[in-house]
């Protein structure tokens, strides 16, 4: 079982950036796809980004596309989200998600995304 630690929400203006991180325990995370989705108050679970276990690959919901980046590093068992011009909408926990298959932190198969951190409070507001 993976233990998913995120960090980096907070507080910010629209148009601003923010950069979320999670620190992953297992031991195979290199063999992992890593993935974030977020839930807004009164809303479902969205997928967000996911990347494959070596990042070449990458997938994001077409709300963030251009927007947001998802990278990895494999050697600190960390990946991130990177969050650019961020808009009130985004207000949102984000959760980091994991699992051995990409398609399911997409969300294409399953219904949970894979294991989920305790999730970092994102909140877009001036």
């Known amino acids: 079982q993976v233990q998913l630690v995120e960090s980096g929400g907070g507080l910010v203006q629209p148009g601003g950036s923010l950069t979320l991180a999670c620190a992953a325990s297992?031991?195979?995370?290199?063999?992992?796809?890593m993935g974030w989705i977020r839930q807004a108050p009164g809303k479902e679970r969205e997928f967000v980004a996911a990347i494959s276990w070596s990042g070449a690959m990458a997938f994001y919901a077409d709300s963030v596309r251009g927007r947001f980046t998802i990278s990895r590093d494999n050697a600190k068992n960390t990946v991130y989200l990177q969050m650019n011009n961020l808009k009130p909408d985004d207000t949102a926990v984000y959760y980091c998600t994991a699992d051995t298959s990409l398609r399911r932190v997409q969300g294409l198969i399953g219904s949970d995304f894979g294991s989920w951190g305790q999730g970092t409070q994102v909140t877009v507001s001036s």
């Open positions: 297992a031991r195979t995370f290199k063999e992992l796809a």
